[in-house]
C-alpha cells in the first residue's frame, strides 16, 4: 500500500535548522514529482517547494528562497527539505505530496516549531 512518512520535525529557535526527511512506499517514486507543503496555525495549506521527477529542477515560495533547499534520492525513496535560517512564521505542520496523475498521495505531516 502507499505510504509516505514524514520526520526530522521538532522544536528549534529562530536561526536554527532542521532536515526534514519523506520516505515512500508502495508506487514507483522516480515517476513522481514531489513537493513539500505546510499549513500554518489558522492559514491554508501552501506550497513550499517542489521538485521534478528525476531532480533536475526545483522551486520555491518567496517566503522561503534562499533558505530552504528540496532534494530527492530516488535510488533511497526519499525527499528532504533542509531548513536553515529558521523564523517563527516558518511554524506549521510541513506535509509530503507526491503527484502524478491521476495520483496524488499525502503523507501524515510533521510538526516543525520554531520559537525561543
Known amino acids: 500500500q502507499v505510504q509516505l512518512v514524514e520526520s526530522g520535525g521538532g522544536l528549534v529557535q529562530p536561526g536554527g535548522s532542521l532536515n526534514l526527511s519523506c520516505v515512500v512506499s508502495?508506487?514507483?517514486?522516480?515517476?513522481?514529482?514531489m513537493r513539500w507543503y505546510r499549513q500554518c496555525p489558522g492559514k491554508e495549506r501552501e506550497l513550499v517547494a517542489s521538485?521534478?521527477?528525476?531532480?533536475?529542477?526545483?522551486n520555491y515560495a518567496g517566503s522561503v528562497k534562499g533558505r530552504f533547499t528540496i532534494s530527492r534520492d530516488n535510488a533511497k525513496n526519499t525527499m528532504y527539505l533542509q531548513m536553515n535560517s529558521l523564523k517563527p512564521e516558518d511554524t506549521a505542520v510541513y506535509y509530503c505530496?507526491?503527484?502524478?496523475?491521476?495520483?496524488?498521495?499525502w503523507g501524515q505531516g510533521t510538526q516543525v516549531t520554531v520559537s525561543s
Open positions: 505530496n507526491a503527484a502524478r496523475a491521476p495520483n496524488n498521495y
Open positions: 508502495g508506487f514507483t517514486f522516480s515517476n513522481y514529482a
Open positions: 521538485i521534478t521527477s528525476a531532480g533536475g529542477y526545483t
